[in-house]
C-alpha cells in the first residue's frame, strides 16, 4: 500500500461565519477555513480528511504541502509508527510546521488500513466501546443571562453535559456566568468551565473555589498550558479537577512531566492538534498508566469530530464526546450527520469512518488544490 500521490484542498465553508466576540479576538471570520488531505496509493486506495487552517486555509496548505508531500510519498501506508516517529525528527530539523499540520495525514493512514481491513475505525484501533456521551462547549456570549438560556437550550436537546467560555475580561463578571448558569440548569445537569487561560495564579484560585461550591465537574485552562509552576500548585490547592495540554506541541512527549508529577489532573488531546490518531492515542495511554483521564477535545470540524468519536470508542479514559454550540455553523462535511441521539453518541459499523465525506460541498468549498 505504498503512498503515490498526497492531494491538499484549501477550503472556505461560508455558510460558517463566526463573529470575532465569539472568538474572543474581536476578528469576525467571514467563513470557516479548512483543509482537505487526500492520500492515494499505488494500488488505486485513497482516504481523505479534513484539516485545521487557522486564519488561511491558503497559507497552511502551501506549507503542508512543501513539507508533508515529499514525506509521505513512496512510503508504506500502513507503516504509521515509523512515519510518526521519523517525522517528529524531519519536523525538528527544519519545517517547523504548525501543531495540526500532521494529524490530518495520520488520520488517512488509520483510515486506509482499517477500509483495507474492513473494520471500523474505533474497533480497528481497539474496540472498547460502541457509545460515549456528548457534551457541548459554548462560544463566547454576550452576558450571563445568554449563557444560561444556552444552557437551559442545551439541557432540553439531550446533551449530558455543557461547558462554558467564559468572556475572560473580568474574573467577577465570570464568577457571575457561572452562578447563572448553574441556577439555571439545576444542581444535578453536570457543567465545566473553560476560560481559555485569561488569569493570574490568584484569580485561578478564586474561580476554582466558587466552581467546588457550584458542584463543577472540572476547571480547563485557566492558566496558560505551559505554566507548569502555577498549575502544579492550581491542581495542589483544588479540589476540583484541573484540566490542560491540548495546545501543548509535540504529544506526548509535551504531556509527560504534566502526567508524572501531575501537573494537571488530566489532560487533553485530539487528531487535530495532538499529531493525529497515533498521537492521540499515545497520549490517552500514557495518561491511562497513571490512572488519569485523557478527555477529548473537540477538533471543531465534524468529518475530525467523527474520527475523535472513533477514538472515543477505542480508549476508555475519555469521559465524553466534545462538540462545539451552535452545531450549525460547524456541522458539514459529512454526508450523514454524526450518530448522536438524546445525548449518546453511538459508533459507527461501516469500514473505516463509517460516514462519507460530502464531496459536493468540498468542491463547492474549494479555493485551491495543490497537486504534484
Known sequence: MRIAELEIRACRHSGSTVAGAAMRDGQSQDGLEYLVHTLRTEDGRSASMFGFAGRSAIGAAHQAAASLRPFFVGRNALDREKAWQDWRTADRWWHHLPIYSYGPVDCCLWILAAEAAGQPLWRYIGGARNQVPVYVSSLVLADAEAYATEARAVQAAGMKAYKIHPPGRSLEADIAIHRAVRAAVGPDFPLMSDPVAPYSL?????????????????????????????????????????????????????????????????????????????GTLKTARLAEAFHMKCELHTTILAPLELVNLHLNGAIANSSYL?????????????????????????????PGLGIGLDWDLIDNDTIAVLQP
Open 202 to 278: 490568584e484569580e485561578a484560585v478564586r474561580l476554582g473555589r466558587v466552581l467546588e461550591e457550584l458542584g463543577f465537574l472540572w476547571l480547563e485552562e485557566p492558566l496558560p498550558d505551559e505554566a507548569f509552576g502555577a498549575l502544579r500548585e492550581l491542581s495542589r490547592v483544588l479540589d476540583i479537577p484541573v484540566v490542560g495540554t491540548e495546545v501543548l506541541p509535540r504529544h506526548p512527549y509535551s504531556v509527560a512531566e504534566c502526567i508524572a508529577s501531575r501537573v494537571v489532573d488530566a489532560v487533553r488531546a485530539d487528531p487535530s492538534w495532538s499529531g493525529g490518531i497515533t
Open 322 to 350: 466534545e462538540l462545539l454550540w451552535p452545531r450549525a455553523p460547524f456541522d458539514f462535511g459529512l454526508l450523514a450527520p454524526l450518530p448522536i441521539a438524546d445525548g449518546i453518541a453511538t459508533m459507527p459499523e461501516g
